[in-house]
């Protein structure tokens, strides 16, 4: 079930948010000797046109056998799901000596995600916008659902209408073209919004003449530009400069290079994404020009958002007796105004307090922009110990929990002796037949119907970790 509703068998969409927790059981209730269980998932047909672009683990599955006295379960988790998981079907399957083939059964992802803009313009970022030139003006929105996009100028509306498909056409662009230009939307999530694009109409200029600097023409418009989190931002290079990007390393102040284009576009930005980016230039003279406007081509880029935790849900097995050490590293800005641990019996400590058995210390700071780390360390592990314990964060925009799962482990020789579950009678070899697992508690639960008498029954739990939210204008 999902918020007390038992989803329709006919119906194999799982409605998911991004960056949730997403557990999936598969459960076999029958069969001699017992099935063999695998999964895997498979990505949409417009999540594999971005291949190239794809995170490297969006195709990581962790299964996880679960035993029992009769039958088999297979538990699958994608510990974050992403928006490239939209429509990425999951499929457990089942194989036995007395199946031909092996049974399946599959469901499909539905990932709600909020709206990411990507503008872009004819003639591309970077050549001067003269007076008379055609200029068109492009903004797509991805989003789930999907949210139309909308131009305003100067927080109003644009000089010229609109195509469905998102253009802002200019036949014969004009000076009084020229402003701030964004792209806004509705979602269901709220409302929207791109950075702000300032459009620089030049008029009266030699076209033989080498153009000038012009600060203006910075797809981030300034020195400072401001992005949510998960958002996406466009950094042009001055016109009439041929050059690449480059981002100061935080720490060492050293120029990172990021692609030899004059354009550098950051897509799902996180915190760590955050700080200074320059234009540089490899010609001696372009150098000179740009070290004379260092200060105006230099552009910071800060990340706002609700807070982050990292990570956000992660077992760990510490060994009995020995001390043991648990680091969250969390980002947030507006800065956070709250940062406390809950131990596993409920007690809070904040950065600073410390017990017999624990001590929280105080947060520091990372070398990422608005990022810190806070420690807490457990001198001596014992039974007693055993639990979750859970780093909960909060600023003006939200809040954020990241949990570790501890685990214990004995030395050699001192490992419990654990009662050997009676293994079941021999019986002749029969089919598996599937049912839901009693012990899957506030799970959703889909039978699929297969054959005459088999059924599977995939078993669902959804938990959210971290929701990014966008700013609104």
């Not at 007395?98 to 992802?109: D, E, F, H, M, T």
């Not at 313009?121 to 949210?147: H, T, W």
């Not at 998960?230 to 390393?249: D, F, I, N, Y």
């Amino acid at each position: 079930m999902i918020d007390n509703r038992i989803l329709d068998p006919g119906n194999p969409f799982i409605p998911v948010k991004e960056n949730a927790d997403l557990t999936v059981s598969c459960v076999v209730d029958d069969g001699n000797p017992k099935p063999d269980l695998t999964w895997e998932v498979r990505l949409g047909s417009l999540a594999l046109l971005d291949a190239p672009e794809l995170p490297p683990d969006v195709l990581n599955l962790t299964e996880t056998a679960v035993e029992q006295k009769v039958g088999a379960r297979s538990d699958a988790r994608l510990v974050r799901v992403l928006r490239a998981h939209h429509n990425a079907t999951l499929t457990c399957y089942v194989r036995h000596v007395a199946l031909q083939k092996p049974l399946n059964a599959s469901v499909l992802l539905n990932v709600e995600y909020p709206p990411s803009f990507a503008i872009s313009r004819e003639p591309g970022f970077g050549i001067p916008v003269r007076e008379g030139m055609p200029v068109s003006l492009k903004c797509e929105v991805d989003a789930n659902p999907r949210a139309p996009p909308v131009w305003l100028k100067d927080d109003d509306e644009p000089p010229v209408p609109q195509s469905p498909e998102g253009h802002l056409n200019f036949s014969e662009i004009r000076r009084e073209h020229s402003g701030w230009y964004k792209c806004i939307t509705k979602h269901r999530l709220g409302r929207f919004s791109s950075i702000g694009y300032f459009l620089n109409v030049r008029y009266d200029m030699d076209v033989t003449q080498q153009p000038d600097f012009d600060v203006s023409e910075l797809s981030s418009t300034g020195r400072q530009v401001e992005v949510s989190l998960g958002g996406a931002v466009q950094l042009a290079c001055p016109p009439g400069v041929t050059g690449c990007w480059t981002r100061v390393e935080p720490g060492t102040k050293r120029l990172e290079p990021l692609g030899a284009s004059q354009e550098l576009r950051l897509d799902n930005v996180l915190y760590q994404e955050g700080g200074e980016y320059r234009c540089v230039s490899p010609t001696k003279d372009a150098t000179k020009r740009l070290e004379a406007l260092r200060s105006s081509l230099a552009v910071q880029v800060a990340v706002t958002g609700r807070p982050t935790v990292s990570p956000t849900n992660k077992s760990i097995t510490a060994v009995n007796g020995q001390p043991l050490t648990l680091t969250m590293e969390f980002c947030a800005n507006p800065p956070y105004t709250k940062a406390i641990w809950i131990a596993k019996d409920a007690k809070v400590y904040k950065p600073g307090d410390a017990d017999n058995r624990v001590i929280a210390y105080g947060v520091t700071n990372t070398s990422e922009p608005a990022c810190h780390q806070a420690v807490l360390y457990l001198p001596r592990v014992t039974s007693g110990d055993l639990g979750e314990y859970s780093l909960v964060v909060r600023s003006p925009l939200g809040a954020a929990e990241g949990s570790f799962h501890l685990n214990m482990t004995y030395a050699s020789g001192l490992n419990e002796q654990r009662d050997q579950e009676e293994a079941p009678q021999n019986r002749p070899p029969q089919p598996p037949r599937f049912a839901a697992s009693a012990a899957a508690a506030a799970a959703l639960s889909i039978p699929v119907p297969l054959f005459d008498d088999v059924n599977v029954i995939i078993i669902i739990t959804i938990m959210i970790t971290v929701s990014s939210v966008h700013y609104c204008y």
